[in-house]
């Protein structure tokens, strides 16, 4: 029996039909009522800049990015922020260039908790795709400068709240340093009449013993405690302790990492 061409043709239309509505269906899952699933943007965090623009753009990732940033850079490391522009950019800035404007604006975002003082700026000139009404783009590089001291040095390193003072090796005597001195007098000028309060705690690298280091980091906690009293800060106000060479924050198989442990951490709580 021949089947009638019309009817060939019918069901070529009506499998071509199904076919495209099954594929469609597969492609968008959007059939029987549903609507398709909204394109998802992936956004990473990095600040970018338009043609001309001082300020960045920012999304919605840009705090967990700049958490990463900051977490890879190590105990008293400087930030260097470097603004790139391009020959052709204008700069209304008040800044040397309008790299530098865009470091400057980068600067504000890293505070807090990274202080003013281990942040380093610079700019620089570069040829890239950036153009004129398109879209914007990455200008700014960052690159973390490590802290590096000699055994015999101390150091004060500032983050937020916490202020962070190193100690020579098997050391107590952290209040013979004038640069300590002036900088605990600064925060007793600033603190005398508040309801703040201070927590000092002392720390050791894990030469010794564990009993002789949580005696050599309370040692340190007070001597930093003691220049806070002396300059008119009530005892009352002070909580002291030492957790010797339990919280390393550095390796203890480097002499680098050896002095970044050997520290005492002042938190001052604003009441």
């Not at 009506?14 to 968008?28: D, E, K, L, M």
């Not at 927590?199 to 894990?206: R, S």
């Not at 005892?235 to 680098?256: C, F, H, L």
Request: proline share 5%.
């Amino acid at each position: 029996m021949r089947i009638p061409f019309w009817l060939i043709m019918l069901l070529f239309v009506g499998y071509t039909i199904w076919a495209v509505r099954f594929w469609h269906c597969q492609q968008c899952e959007c059939c029987d009522g549903q609507q398709p699933p909204e394109e998802t943007v992936q956004t990473s965090g990095v600040p970018l800049f338009k043609w001309n623009a001082a300020a960045p753009e920012l999304d919605a990732n840009f705090e967990a990015w700049k958490k990463d940033l900051l977490a890879r850079g190590g105990q008293g490391d400087t930030l260097l922020i470097t603004g790139l522009y391009r020959a052709g950019e204008s700069d209304s800035s008040q800044a040397a260039n309008l790299g530098m404007a865009r470091a400057e604006a980068l600067k504000a975002l890293m505070m807090p908790p990274l202080p003013e003082s281990r942040i380093h700026l610079a700019g620089q000139a570069v040829e890239d795709s950036l153009i004129a009404d398109g879209p914007a783009r990455e200008s700014a590089t960052f690159s973390w400068l490590k802290m590096v001291l000699a055994q015999e040095e101390g150091a004060i390193i500032e983050s937020d709240n916490d202020v962070t003072f190193l100690f020579p090796f098997n050391s107590t005597e952290k209040d013979k340093n004038p640069e300590v001195d002036a900088y605990l007098k600064k925060l007793v000028d600033k603190h005398r009449d508040s309801k703040a309060t201070f927590i000092v705690v002392g720390h050791t690298d894990d030469v010794g013993e564990p009993a002789d280091n949580i005696k050599l980091g309370m040692g340190r906690a007070k001597s930093i405690a003691k220049i806070l009293t002396d300059n008119g800060i009530d005892a009352s106000r002070i909580q002291v302790d030492s957790k010797g060479e339990a919280e390393p924050v550095a390796s203890n198989e480097t002499d680098d990492g050896r002095h970044q442990n050997r520290r005492v951490v002042l938190t001052t709580v604003n009441n």
